[in-house]
């Protein structure tokens, strides 16, 4: 049975830094109130549905996506709660047992479950409809778009992958890791803008969003409380400085979203504008830090962020799909469809937005489970027993190979055998998932059975392919973080 939300409240511990929880919260539902706004849908004359960009329609609104851009807040509040976790599991984990598996299983359950089942039952409904013949106005637009959102989940993985050995960099180098980060994102547009260089751009997926993770770390470290308000200062300052020099007098776009059409985009691939962006929200939100964490502290406002940090993610999952439905049962009822930005339009946007929140409610409704990690074992109830272990069982690493019963002994050596491959096998399982989901953004859940492809870092990849990718992939991280385990617990836990 799982806890309710008030029992999570009072059992809070005075430690834990609520801040970060209405962070995690409060960018993904930006996100969301950020798509149900740009959405800009219209009907062709043969009754087809286009969606396109408002900020397209309207260029005066661009400067609205320097607060609504929000992501790079997640990544920070990644960084941050991934350098805990891999810490605390390196303090758990016996000697043997693969941290790295235990460590990506930890972090990607409450991820990957919901997302799988997205892509599952995306896939099933997209096919059935292509199968039965199937073409609402909305209906291949509907597929494409909703499987966009999954860039962000495929970002998340490549940073989670990469948490064990940034942070040994981070560990060594502390802010010079950071910096060297956002330099190497700096040197990769100077080779881009400058020089030419062809695909080097794509590098910055890694450089600018990592760079962002890596404040995090130093926010896990204390560094940013122990400078008082001086380095979230510095960073609210400096960051909009640069990103409108960038802007000014470089190269770089307005917007800090993509754009239809647009030569260069400061998300697709991430420039370093869009890092100056990043280093400014950073600083904002640190400088917030003291009297939010004053409002935390009221047991009403604690539970409405518990509640909301429950379906956060199955709620960026759905949202377009409940757009979509909204436009979708318009077009079908036949009520008036106003242009993009006219008064009309603008009227009725609070009713579309209401309409794409209950939708989505529902959605959250049916799915949410997915998203709760496993039930804890009562307190005083032993782990369930390992039907090849006898009592009492020395460490099999201590066993003498010569002194042990041939049975036992080849037993103990599969079990670290299999431990030392769970690593890999892990690796092996998020890397796929990445290929997966960063596919799926790409060619969506359209043409299932057309062979329909995108070009995925210099290969084409399909939408089953991307599916079953997808699956083997959490499969394998699934599997192996729990063949890892941790091994040994502390107190209370």
Request: proline share 8%.
């Amino acid at each position: 049975m799982h806890p309710s939300v008030s029992d999570l409240a009072a059992a809070t511990p005075a430690a834990r830094d609520r801040y970060i929880d209405l962070l995690r919260a409060g960018s993904l539902g930006t996100v969301v109130l950020g798509h149900w706004l740009m959405a800009a849908v219209s009907v062709d004359a043969d009754g087809r549905a286009e969606v396109g960009n408002l900020l397209a329609v309207v260029p005066a609104l661009q400067p609205l996506t320097w607060l609504l851009q929000i992501m790079p807040v997640f990544f920070f509040v990644g960084g941050f709660s991934h350098a805990l976790s891999h810490r605390s599991l390196q303090r758990r984990t016996e000697p043997g047992r693969s941290v790295y598996a235990a460590f990506l299983r930890a972090r990607l359950q409450r991820l990957l479950r919901p997302t799988m089942v997205f892509v599952a039952v995306w896939a099933a409904g997209a096919l059935a409809v292509q199968l039965l013949g199937g073409d609402g106005p909305l209906s291949d637009v509907a597929a494409r778009l909703v499987a966009q959102p999954l860039w962000f989940i495929g970002i998340y993985l490549a940073m989670v992958a990469f948490t064990p050995p940034l942070l040994r960099l981070h560990d060594r180098y502390g802010w010079g890791a950071a910096a060297g980060l956002g330099a190497a994102a700096a040197a990769v547009d100077v080779a881009r803008f400058a020089f030419g260089v062809p695909y080097v751009e794509f590098l910055n997926f890694a450089f600018v969003w990592l760079a962002v993770h890596q404040l995090g770390f130093l926010r896990a470290d204390g560094r940013f409380a122990a400078s008082g308000l001086r380095v979230p200062a510095a960073l609210a300052g400096a960051g909009p400085a640069g990103a409108v020099a960038l802007v000014a007098f470089g190269p770089y776009p307005l917007s800090m979203v993509g754009m239809p059409g647009e030569k260069v985009s400061n998300m697709a691939p991430p420039t370093l504008a869009l890092l100056c962006h990043g280093l400014w929200l950073t600083g904002a939100v640190e400088l917030l830090r003291a009297p939010a964490a004053r409002l935390l502290a009221r047991p009403r406002v604690w539970r409405g962020v518990i509640a909301a940090n429950g379906v956060a993610m199955t709620a960026f999952l759905w949202h377009l799909t409940a757009m979509l439905g909204v436009y979708g049962a318009l077009l079908a009822l036949g009520l008036p469809f106003p242009a993009p930005a006219t008064s009309g339009w603008w009227a009725q946007a609070p009713l579309r937005l209401a309409a794409a929140a209950g939708v989505t409610a529902l959605l959250v409704a049916a799915f949410r489970r997915f998203e709760r990690p496993a039930a804890a074992r009562p307190a005083g109830r032993p782990a369930p027993a390992d039907p090849s272990a006898t009592s009492p069982s020395p460490d099999p690493a201590s066993v003498d190979p010569a002194s042990a019963p041939t049975g036992k002994n080849t037993a103990a050596a599969s079990r670290r055998a299999s431990r030392r491959a769970s690593g890999p096998a892990a690796a092996l399982g998020v890397t796929l998932c990445l290929f997966g989901v960063l596919g799926l953004s790409m060619v969506g859940f359209g043409g299932l059975l057309e062979g329909r492809t995108a070009l995925l870092v210099a290969v084409d990849i399909s939408a089953p392919a991307a599916v079953a990718m997808c699956l083997a992939g959490w499969l394998l991280v699934e599997t192996a973080g729990r063949g890892a385990g941790e091994g040994r617990r502390g107190p209370g836990r």
